[in-house]
Structure formats: structure tokens, C-alpha cells
């Protein structure tokens, strides 16, 4: 089959999850999968240690591995993340790209690094699949919080090694899960074996967000009724005029809860200066001008869990001068 010729952005998937519980394994289907189709396919791999492990398997079918060493994607590789980012789309010209995330990275920093707006360009965050195990979470420390962030953030939570477990706890186990994320499409398998094709297919509709076991639909009082679209985690907002700085300094005083980060580049109308916007926990915000020798795009990008998409979208867009 040829080869697919590169569209940018290109889709970017994230794999995270427990330790153990069988990511690589789900890595090696996914490029199987890619590659039938004629993908060129970046891997990107960041695990607890300087040198990747898992690294040069993959490399015997992904046209490219970049291992971000050190272990773990925080603030120090952001730009480490972007760079490689670059590399893979420019050099390498994937048409995919995939990051395997090592169990003590956390998936918050990558998909804050992922919506940045240079690397936006390039890629585009796809999917998010989280693969567990039923071993107790962790109940402390960065584990802990890993753990937890992977299976808020996962569009897809594949439950693996199901044949391991006495029934009675593997219900406890997927209980725990569905509370923590009542949005995404639940997988129960073993040996990470699912059909690979109806996992890429974005889920039909997502009117109501449901948590589907391979297709079935659970009954409606199991089922979260709030509105979540796609993916409920990240908004971006085009912002084709310059902002009121009034409207806009009251807007980021009544951010809701759900919104944990939101960041991006904008002018102020009646003011030359570029200015760059920060939002992050516990709940503070910088706007400061800032020079950057190639404009970017003026966006906003909002990033949390359960907070109406839709109405944020229009009261931010509310604040555009008149």
C-alpha cells in the first residue's frame, strides 16, 4: 500500500496508564494498524530512566523512535516534547504520531505541552487511551496523581488482564475507574487484544456521554448525564478580533472549577503589544505582553473536566471588541 501523504496538523494519540498493564503491547497493535494503512508513524517514548527499554522494539516496525530520556514529560522536556515534535512532522514527515507515556509521567503536562500554540500547528491532539490493570491505585505521591490524571484525562480506558482477576474485585476495580471518568468509552480485555479499527473510530455520537463496553450501552441510570463533546478536556477558542481588556480581566475572575489550565496569545484592543495569558492551578492567572519573533496565532486554549465546552466557548468570545 503507499504511503499516506502528510495533512498538518497531524493526529497526535497519547498512551498512558498504570505500570504493567500491557501499553506496549497496545503500541505494537497500533503500529501494526498504522502501518497496513500506509502511515509513516512517530513514536515517542518517555520512560523512568535514561534509556528507553521498549524504544528499539517498536523501532523494528515505526519509521521513527525518539526516546525523551530522563524520564518524565515535565516542564524541563515541554520544549524537549515540542522539538521532537517538530522533528517527527518536519524531517520525518509522520503522517501519525504516538507518545507511550512511561507510568510516572503524568498526562496533564503532556497535553498542556501538546496544545501549545506552535505545536498545535503541527499536531493535533487525537485521543487519549488509558490502559489499567486491577492493581490497587496508588494511594499517595506522583504515582498517585499519574495514575488518577490518566484515567480523568482518557478518552478510552482499556481494563487489561481481566483473566487475572476473581469477578467480585474486577467490578470494585471498574467501578473505581467510571467514577473518576464517567465520560469515556470503557474496554475490557486481555493480552490488550480489541479490535484496533472500532478503537480509532471516534465514538458515533456523543450527545450524551456514555460509557460503552465494547458497543453495548449501559443502562441510562449507570449513564453520566451531563453534555461532554469528543474530547471533553480541550477548548480551543480562534480569536479573530482583539479583546475588550475589561470584559476579558472579569471573564478570567469567574472561571468555573472544571477549568484547571487555559493559556494563549491575543492584543488587547487599542494596544500594540502582544500579550501572552496563563492560567494554571491553584487558580492564578498572568497576562503580561510578550515579543516573539513569529506571531502566532491569537487562540485561547482551555484544558479541565466537566465545564460546558459550548457556554466558555461564547462568553469568551463575548469579549471580543466591538
Known amino acids: 500500500m503507499g504511503c499516506m501523504t502528510q495533512t498538518l496538523p497531524i493526529p497526535f494519540y497519547i498512551l498512558c496508564g498504570s505500570l504493567g498493564a500491557g501499553k506496549t503491547t497496545l503500541l505494537m497493535r497500533l503500529l501494526e494498524h498504522w502501518n497496513s494503512r ?9 520512560e523512568a530512566g535514561e534509556v528507553s527499554i521498549d524504544g528499539p522494539r517498536a523501532g523494528t516496525i515505526a519509521e521513527q523512535v525518539l526516546n525523551l530520556a530522563g524520564g518524565c514529560i515535565c516542564c524541563d522536556t515541554k520544549d524537549d516534547l515540542a522539538w521532537s515534535i ?3 512532522v518536519q524531517d520525518y514527515e509522520s503522517t501519525v504520531i504516538v507518545l507511550e507515556c512511561s507510568g510516572m509521567a503524568d498526562p496533564a503536562e503532556v497535553v498542556d505541552a501538546v496544545t501549545d500554540v506552535y505545536v498545535s500547528r503541527m499536531a493535533k ?3 487519549i487511551f488509558a490502559m489499567l490493570h486491577p492493581v490497587p491505585l496508588p494511594e499517595t505521591g506522583m504515582a498517585e496523581l499519574v495514575t488518577r490524571n490518566a484515567i480523568r484525562y482518557a478518552d478510552d480506558l482499556i481494563l487489561n488482564k481481566r483473566d487475572l482477576y476473581i469477578p467480585g474485585h474486577w467490578e470494585q476495580f471498574r467501578e473505581n475507574i467510571t467514577r473518576l471518568n464517567p465520560y469515556g468509552r470503557l474496554w475490557e480485555t486481555n493480552h490488550a487484544r480489541l479490535d484496533v479499527t472500532t478503537l480509532l473510530a471516534a465514538p458515533a455520537t456523543r450527545t450524551v456521554p456514555t460509557n460503552v463496553s465494547f458497543g453495548k450501552r449501559l443502562a441510562a441510570d449507570e449513564r453520566h448525564e451531563a453534555r461532554a463533546p469528543h474530547h471533553p478536556m480541550v477548548t480551543t477558542v480562534r480569536l479573530p478580533k482583539p479583546l475588550d481588556r475589561t470584559k476579558f480581566m472579569e471573564w478570567t475572575k469567574s472561571l468555573p472549577e ?7 496569545f491575543f492584543r488587547f484592543a487599542g494596544e500594540p503589544e502582544l500579550q501572552e495569558f496563563q492560567f494554571f492551578p491553584p ?3 498572568t497576562i503580561a505582553p510578550v515579543m516573539l519573533l513569529d506571531e502566532p496565532d491569537h487562540v485561547l486554549v482551555l484544558i479541565g473536566r466537566e465545564y460546558d465546552q459550548a457556554l466558555w466557548r461564547a462568553s469568551l468570545l463575548a469579549c471580543l471588541a466591538q
Open 86 to 88: 517538530a522533528q517527527l
Open 125 to 127: 491532539l487525537e485521543r
Open 283 to 285: 487558580r492564578t492567572s
Open 38 to 46: 500506509g502511515h509513516k508513524v512517530g513514536v515517542l517514548m518517555n
Open 258 to 264: 472544571g477549568i484547571e489550565r487555559a493559556k494563549g
